[in-house]
């Protein structure tokens, strides 16, 4: 069965320091893989998505993820994080979705 | 741009009442997906419909029914609530791959 697995239940990054949240995969062929973003209350935003070819996907305010087959993840990173971030991220195949990790950013 | 409109946003209901929620997708998406997320939890995939069809089953309860009408919106029937059924319902239309979510309705059953 396809799953999606973040470890990362919280994160707890400074403002202004990088951020990485991981993500794995498991699944046969090439998947569909997705980041969403969710604020509390809120619905989930869009910040990227990963088809096929270039593996490093860029994303909306500043966000990026690899892909990463070797691995089978998925991970989505900020150089430099703003107190705004702070939210939860979800990762996805597009049904699947994993448990999400909370977002904490630290002033 | 046009966004994925849910209606209501908030509902109240009692147990064993009944509650339909409504999803106008984006203009030509095709596709409908239902999800529910319950108070800190991921989303879970409930139902899909593509072309009026339905593509896709999750974990819907068989007291919920879906449908998609000709004009692509959805609605979702909830019968026999239950206290567990309290949880946001999310909506979300594709025209490919890519799925674009509502604002959801938050459903509180007492």
């Known amino acids: 069965a396809q799953s999606v697995t973040q470890p990362d239940i919280h994160i707890t990054v400074s403002e202004g320091a990088s951020l990485e949240l991981r993500c794995n995969y498991s699944y046969g062929a090439t998947p569909y893989l997705f980041w969403y973003v969710q604020s509390p209350g809120q619905g989930l935003q869009l910040l990227l998505k990963y088809f096929s070819g270039d593996t490093l996907v860029q994303g909306i305010k500043g966000f990026e993820a690899e892909f990463k087959r070797s691995q089978s993840s998925f991970n989505l990173r900020k150089p430099s994080v703003h107190w705004s971030d702070a939210a939860e991220y979800f990762c996805?195949?597009?049904?699947?979705f994993g448990k999400g990790t909370h977002l904490i950013i630290q002033p | 741009a046009a966004g994925v409109i849910q209606s209501p946003r908030h509902l109240i209901k009692e147990k064993r009442e009944t509650a339909t929620l409504k999803c106008y997708p984006i203009p030509r998406h095709d596709t409908v997906y239902w999800y529910q997320q319950g108070p800190g939890q991921d989303p879970q995939f409930l139902i899909s419909?593509?072309?009026?069809?339905?593509?896709d089953k999750g974990s819907i309860p068989d007291r919920f029914s879906a449908q998609q009408f000709s004009d692509y919106h959805s609605e979702l029937n909830m019968s026999s609530l239950e206290l567990g059924d309290s949880a946001l319902y999310f909506c979300a239309s594709s025209l490919k791959e890519t799925q674009y979510f509502g604002p959801g309705t938050r459903l509180l059953v007492l």
């Open positions: 419909f593509y072309e009026k069809m339905q593509s």
């Open positions: 996805t195949d597009g049904l699947t």
